[in-house]
């Protein structure tokens, strides 16, 4: 029966939500102690018996409001505290939320007959995402710092399990969460560009630059065709053994063919390694090859996708190649963040196509 009597007198701090039983509200004293720095107010005088009270009856003097009744100054307090952690978030998108928060602090007064709240929140919901833009900035410190050039399987492992916590789905439903989440996001996809997708990826940085719009803006398609991407389709195993294969199939016996002729769909290059992986996913190639004389060949044509991200991939078992190991977490880890990227609107999607033209391309045609 005790047990029972303890369970319903115990109360949380609204702050932290850890349990307390001390005579204040909302507070714990630990909790109550640091909301006195953070909102650079002086210790309250020891004869002071109520410190909570004190603090809540200092904000609404600090915003010039006075006689007001015990519920309106709680009220206010949460308020007040509530948007000075979001003042101390490095969040871009959080303008809007703030300006409603100021605007019900405006309107309790004496004379309000109701405390309105036009946009509703918890405030250990608030504290929460104050500590994750801590941590996140913590952490894209770090990842400006890492030399990818000599990045290992370690430091892949351990970007994962630092990174992960801001791809959350869970948060995208409140719209506090969300904008602070959203913004964690499109930094972190920022820094990613910026670091030529961790390991000198041109053509991806592009692609996923591209992706990054700001809330309600649309990306533009892209057409691709420059010396970087030539080089990297010409060096491709993936896309020489496709051409390969469609000159040994089409090519024998005329000296041009045109892919569009035999394969209206194209066909499908699905890139193993390097750039290409990073940045095509499922791309349809068509080719027109026309044979020269020395039996080299022609080629023109393109490679379309659609930049998404829209399924989560498992990670790949290998053997003994640490090298494709890492290739292979690194590319997971960043699809599946891009997948809850595009939930949040981060990455948008649009159409890629990549156009090339090789003269002279040559090619050992199987006997």
């Not at 090298?323 to 960043?334: G, H, K, P, V």
Request: proline share 1%; hydrophobic share 35%.
């Amino acid at each position: 029966m005790e047990n029972n009597d303890n369970n319903i007198n115990e109360k949380r701090c609204v702050l932290c939500n850890k349990p307390y039983n001390y005579k204040y509200k909302m507070f714990g004293r630990r909790c109550l102690d640091n909301l006195y720095g953070l909102l650079e107010f002086s210790k309250s005088p020891k004869f002071i018996w109520n410190k909570e009270a004190y603090l809540c009856t200092r904000i609404a003097w600090r915003n010039h409001k006075f006689f007001l009744s015990k519920n309106k100054k709680y009220s206010l307090a949460q308020k007040y505290i509530a948007l000075n952690y979001l003042n101390r978030m490095n969040c871009r998108f959080l303008d809007d939320i703030k300006e409603k928060i100021s605007k019900d602090i405006n309107n309790i007064s004496v004379f309000s007959r109701n405390i309105v709240s036009t946009i509703s929140f918890e405030l250990n919901d608030i504290y929460r995402l104050f500590n994750y833009t801590r941590k996140f900035d913590e952490l894209i410190k770090e990842l400006q710092n890492i030399n990818w050039e000599e990045v290992d399987e370690k430091i892949a492992e351990n970007f994962i399990k630092s990174m992960s916590f801001i791809f959350t789905i869970t948060k995208k439903m409140n719209p506090i969460s969300y904008a602070v989440f959203y913004s964690m996001q499109y930094t972190f996809w920022q820094v990613v560009v910026i670091g030529g997708m961790l390991k000198d990826k041109k053509l991806s940085a592009r692609l996923l630059s591209n992706s990054l719009s700001l809330l309600g803006k649309e990306p533009e398609d892209l057409i691709i065709q420059d010396s970087v991407t030539d080089e990297l389709l010409i060096k491709s195993r993936v896309f020489n053994d496709e051409v390969k294969e469609l000159i040994e199939k089409y090519g024998k016996g005329t000296d041009m063919f045109d892919l569009k002729d035999y394969e209206k769909d194209g066909v499908l290059l699905e890139f193993e390694g390097g750039d290409l992986l990073y940045s095509l996913h499922k791309a349809t190639m068509f080719v027109k090859a026309t044979k020269n004389e020395d039996n080299t060949w022609n080629l023109e044509g393109d490679i379309n996708d659609i930049y998404d991200f829209t399924e989560f991939k498992d990670l790949k078992e290998y053997v003994d190649n640490k090298e494709a190991m890492l290739t292979d977490i690194l590319s997971t880890l960043l699809n599946n963040f891009g997948v809850v990227s595009s939930e949040y609107g981060v990455i948008k999607t649009y159409n890629v196509k990549i156009k090339f033209n090789f003269p002279n391309y040559k090619i050992k045609l199987k006997e």
